[in-house]
C-alpha cells in the first residue's frame, strides 16, 4: 500500500510538470462551461478474487456501468470523477463456514466451492492525460485520441458482508471524434483493491478487477 502511495505522488508530480508546460504552448476555450466532459459507458468486468482462478473465465465475466464527468484544464491534462459498479461473480469456498456471498449452487464437490455474487460500486478521481494533444500539438477535429489515466478512490461492496477498501487504477480512454461534442469511448482499465473485498482473506495483500467499457462522451464547447 505504502509503495502504491508512492507511485501515485510520483505521477501526480509528472502530470504537475506537464501541465505547467503545456499551459504555454496552447490556447484553450475559456467560456464557463467549455473544456468540461461527461460520458457513460458499458461493457465486461472480471474480478480476481482468493478462489476466482478455479472458475473458468467465462462463469467469472459480468456486465459493469460506468458514469463520469470531468474537465480539460489544458488540452492536454485533465481530471475526471467516476462512479462504476453492478454485480461481480465468483467463487467462494465453504470451509467452517465461510462461504461469503454464495448463490448457494456447488461449483466444485471436491474442494467445497460455491459460485459467488456480490454487488459493488467504485468511486474514484482521475488524473487523464491526452498523449496526442501532447506530442502533436492540439488539433480539435482529431479523430482519434490516445487518453491514459491514473486515480484513486474507494470500492465499496453493498451486500453482507459489507467492505470498504481503498483503490487505485490505471487506465486508457480511446476516444473516437464523431463530431465538435461527441466522441465514441472505448475505456480499459485495472484497479487493485486490498484483501478482503469478496468476503474472504487469502493471505494475499491485494485483489483486483478488469474493467472494459464503450459508451459516449458529451464536451462542451
Do not use: C
Not at 94 to 103: E, K, L, Q
Amino acid at each position: 500500500m505504502r509503495n502504491l502511495l508512492k507511485v501515485f505522488i510520483v505521477l501526480f508530480v509528472i502530470v504537475g510538470q506537464a501541465n505547467a508546460q503545456s499551459a504555454y504552448r496552447f490556447k484553450f476555450n475559456d467560456g464557463p462551461f467549455s473544456n468540461w466532459f461527461i460520458g457513460a459507458g458499458v461493457g465486461p468486468q472480471v474480478y480476481f478474487g482468493d478462489h476466482d482462478r478455479q472458475a473458468d473465465l467465462q462463469d467469472r465475466i459480468t456486465t459493469g456501468y460506468q458514469l463520469y464527468v470531468g474537465n480539460w484544464f489544458t488540452p492536454d491534462i485533465g481530471a475526471r470523477v467516476s462512479v462504476d459498479g453492478f454485480k461481480i461473480k465468483g467463487l467462494t469456498q465453504a470451509i467452517a463456514g465461510h462461504d461469503v456471498h454464495s448463490t448457494g449452487e456447488l461449483y466444485d464437490a471436491q474442494d467445497q466451492l460455491y459460485k459467488q455474487e456480490f454487488n459493488y460500486y467504485k468511486i474514484h478521481a482521475d488524473v487523464v492525460f491526452n498523449i496526442m494533444n501532447y506530442f502533436y500539438s492540439y488539433q480539435a477535429d482529431r479523430f482519434y485520441s490516445f487518453v491514459p489515466y491514473a486515480g484513486i478512490g474507494v470500492m465499496s461492496v453493498v451486500d453482507e458482508p459489507k467492505a470498504t477498501r481503498l483503490s487505485f487504477n490505471l487506465g486508457a480512454m480511446n476516444d473516437f471524434r464523431i463530431n465538435d461534442n461527441f466522441d465514441i469511448v472505448i475505456d480499459v482499465r485495472g484497479n487493485l483493491v486490498g484483501d478482503g473485498m469478496d468476503g474472504e482473506y487469502g493471505g494475499r495483500k491485494f485483489e483486483g478487477m478488469f474493467n472494459s467499457t464503450i459508451g459516449l462522451k458529451y464536451t462542451f464547447n
